[in-house]
């Protein structure tokens, strides 16, 4: 069931995003909760609050929107991009002991509160943390906090969303339905 949400999610983005398939390591924030930084993100011309989230660094093939990273896999020493792994993630390192947990799908209806708002970290620029976590590494990711990765355009209430994060997390990373 899954995996046949993610195939049609990725059937539904906005013409202008050019999708591929980037191998090495990478960020998954799909179980992360995101918290607001105080600052604004600027997103292909739409200006979005910003939030982090703290997300395990993965390693393998991972879906990729290249029109957010400059037509590059590559990201700079030091960081990593935030994507979805090629198949999507069954289980992985989550919050907050970092220990390998099964990937729990829910969705939900955005609102107006951090619980029921969202983020969107999906082909955003991640720093690798020094230290690990019970042997983790992990990434500071910041991206928009109300910004669909499908469209580009602000969520807004009353929509469905989901994320594989814990029900009460603060602006679960996720997507909206489009």
Request: hydrophobic content about 40%; aromatic content about 8%.
């Amino acid at each position: 069931m899954m995996k046949l949400l993610f195939i049609l999610l990725l059937a539904t983005f906005d013409v202008q995003a050019q999708i591929a398939i980037c191998k090495g390591e990478y960020a998954l924030c799909a179980a992360s909760p995101t918290t607001l930084t105080g600052k604004t993100i600027s997103v292909q011309g739409k200006t979005f609050k910003e939030g982090v989230a703290v997300c395990p660094v993965l390693s393998g093939q991972a879906v990729a929107n290249m029109t957010l990273m400059q037509g590059s896999c590559n990201a700079p020493k030091g960081k990593v991009w935030s994507l979805f792994g090629v198949p999507p993630q069954t289980a992985y390192p989550q919050a907050p002991s970092w220990t390998v947990q099964p990937a729990v799908f829910r969705s939900f209806t955005v609102g107006n509160t951090p619980q029921t708002g969202m983020s969107n970290m999906w082909s955003f620029l991640c720093t690798k943390q020094t230290k690990q976590v019970n042997g983790v590494t992990l990434a500071s990711c910041y991206g928009p906090i109300m910004e669909s990765p499908w469209t580009g355009n602000h969520v807004v209430s009353g929509e469905t969303a989901f994320t594989q994060a814990p029900i009460g997390s603060t602006f679960p990373v996720g997507g909206n339905v489009p």
